[in-house]
């Protein structure tokens, strides 16, 4: 089960401080504004709002590595957490290396949806959703490999066909389990798909991420 942290929702200011910058936030309440949830808004929330927002810390089974996800809060009009950034970091602290997934104006990018590691920690899985809205019967899935220390498409591990949902498991020590469409445009004919990690990474190219 991965290790979730999570700090306060928004900013702690109290007193006179607290005071001022309610005054200056026409959109929300400085108390108020939404912080977590994936959630597109209405209007902008306060420009200081969600200063300290929830991130999840995915420990490896050996506690050798740490999977973060972070909220990379590109919008005022969407909660902090509406697109990603995955950083590896060794237990240590030393970071690996990362993968952000937010865009310029933070609706055209992606959050990850579910994450989790290969019971032999040799890789992290994670599936994600536009936060857009784009083609909302998409999963893309993606998996770092310890070995060789990269990000790699799972959909190139299944001759670039998409995933239909954003849950999968694993059955032995890097064996995933998801769900693809069983024709090219069959959303509504999914069938699972089952790929041994390492031997999917022996064959992918260099530039798969």
Known sequence: MPRVMT?????????????????????????????????LLPKPRPQASCLQVLQQVYASPDKALR??????????????????????????????????????????????????????????????????????????????????????KFSDMIDGRPTLSGDFSFSGPHTVTATTWKQPGALDDGVTVTVDLEQAFEKLPPSSE
């Open 67 to 152: 999977a973060l996800v972070l909220p990379v809060d590109v919008s005022l009009y969407a909660t902090p957490d509406m697109e990603s950034r995955v950083v590896i970091r060794t237990s240590n602290g030393d970071t690996l290396t990362s993968k952000d997934y937010s865009s310029p104006r933070g609706a055209n990018g992606y959050y990850v949806h579910a994450a989790k590691w290969s019971p032999d920690s040799r890789f992290f899985v994670f599936s994600l959703v536009s936060s857009g809205g784009h083609s909302p019967w998409s999963y893309p899935m993606m998996v770092y490999s310890r070995q060789q220390n990269r990000f790699a």
């Open 7 to 39: 700090l306060p929702a928004c900013s702690s200011l109290s007193g006179p401080a607290a005071a001022m910058l309610t005054a200056l936030l026409p959109a929300y309440g400085f108390a108020a504004a939404p912080c977590s949830g994936h959630k």
